[in-house]
């Protein structure tokens, strides 16, 4: 399905991104359409499935877990690590990815004991790596409808024309 977004397309996404909570009047204020107009396109691209749904941010600091981290998992097999994914509430994302790996998972646990336990859930499957995250310099970024004239065309070097 090819679709095109305008101004008004992106400035909708971008504003239900940073608050999904906003009201339909609110949003149509804030995107200079009324609040029908406004109520139409953004059920047009949820229907579309642009948007796929609403969601609360939380701080897990503040949720009692001190320790983010990301587990990267070698070749398993792929139902053994989805149904273990599905078990383990600590795992907030996991990605099956190309490359030396085959999983990352991204966790959340209260401490370095309860960070063993779910780490030891997949050890037993394959090989892993583990690191804890720090900080975070990005996160939960707003992402807006990809324009052709976005991707640079790559820098040919050494031929001559």
Known sequence: MNL???AYDTRILAE???DARLTMAELGR?????QPAVTERVRKLESAGV???YHATVDLAKLRYGIRAL????????????KAVRQTPECINAWNVTGEDS????IAV?????LDSVVSRFCVMAETATS????AAREHQPVLPARREDVKAPVRRGSAR
Request: no cysteine; aromatic share 8%.
């Open 110 to 114: 209260i401490d370095v004991a309860h």
């Open 103 to 106: 999983w990352v998972l991204e």
């Open 30 to 34: 804030r995107v200079h359409l009324s």
């Open 16 to 18: 239900l991104q940073a």
């Open 51 to 53: 948007i796929t749904g």
């Open 132 to 135: 804890i995250i720090l900080s």
């Open 71 to 82: 587990i990267r998992i070698g070749r398993a097999d792929y139902a053994r690590v989805v």
């Open 4 to 6: 095109e977004f305008d």
